[in-house]
């Protein structure tokens, strides 16, 4: 009876120990297929799937030596950096660092602050939310969490800055275009076939002046050997110093002009007009 009890132990036993192990390396076998897939296509989602495998495991596989490599790197350069460009240096090796061994958990808290010093918020706040799927301790949570926020607030500063920065670069465009549109406004040219461009003028001269109206410039009333003449249906959009031609609101293939920065001269297509004031 007594041996009879002992082999149903044994068996009992062996059974929970076959099970256990079979479990272990269903769990290895879907950690090592993450990982690969991890390391195939590095992103937030292939990430996360090793990561909360990790957690999930009593028995961490250990650092390669690779990666230790690439964290002591970043780590050295990262007291070293001094510009955005640098903390770029140091992002890379932490991101390598992450590559060969997702599993470990400080790469991403000192990647996210790599990020941070480098302008890359919204990696910095995508691995400290990596960071924070791992069994961290209240405490460790709390400060990543917090640094998250203070994450967010930065880049809602900085976002606020490039789009003042943008604002103001648009204003001072749309300045200088009303300047230069003001100084050509009601300027007198004189016109030139390609074949007579000289100082001394063309054969027949054709004095015409220039009408801006908004973003478009007519030519209008103007005056050829003496006699009174119009341009009829000739104009042009505007787009900086270049001119696209219109005749009767079609527009005219190849038949841009452009205007000298100091508003001397219009070159349009084989003609050329030479300001006379």
Not at 232 to 244: E, N, P, S, V
């Amino acid at each position: 009876m007594k041996k009879t009890c002992l082999a149903a132990v044994f068996i009992f036993i062996f059974t929970l120990m076959f099970i256990y192990s079979s479990l272990a390396q269903t769990d290895n076998d879907e950690f090592q297929q993450a990982l690969r897939e991890y390391q195939q296509s590095s992103s937030y989602s292939t990430a996360e799937k090793v990561i909360k495998l990790t957690a999930a495991m009593k028995k961490l596989p250990p650092i390669p030596e690779e990666a230790r490599k690439h964290f002591v790197r970043g780590s050295v350069l990262f007291k070293d950096a001094k510009n955005s460009d640098d903390f770029v240096q140091v992002k890379d090796e932490f991101k390598e660092a992450a590559r060969i061994a997702p599993w470990w958990q400080d790469v991403y808290f000192n990647y996210a602050l790599a990020c941070e010093a480098a302008g890359k918020y919204d990696d910095a706040v995508r691995n400290l939310r990596l960071y924070m799927l791992f069994n961290l301790s209240d405490t460790e949570a709390r400060t990543a969490q917090d640094k998250i926020y203070g994450i967010e607030a930065r880049q809602e500063k900085a976002k606020q800055v490039a789009e003042k920065t943008q604002d103001e670069k648009r204003a001072k465009k749309i300045r200088e275009q009303e300047d230069f549109l003001r100084k050509i406004n009601g300027a007198r040219y004189v016109y030139y076939f390609w074949g007579n461009r000289s100082d001394t003028g063309a054969e027949t001269q054709y004095i015409i002046t220039f009408d801006v109206r908004g973003d478009t410039i007519i030519q209008g009333q103007g005056l050829a050997d003496g006699r009174d003449w119009f341009e009829t249906g000739l104009t042009y959009k505007i787009d900086g110093r270049k001119l696209h031609c219109f005749v009767r609101g079609e527009a005219i293939p190849k038949g841009d002009a452009v205007i000298a920065e100091d508003g001397s001269s219009i070159t349009a297509g084989d003609t050329f007009y030479k300001r006379l004031h």
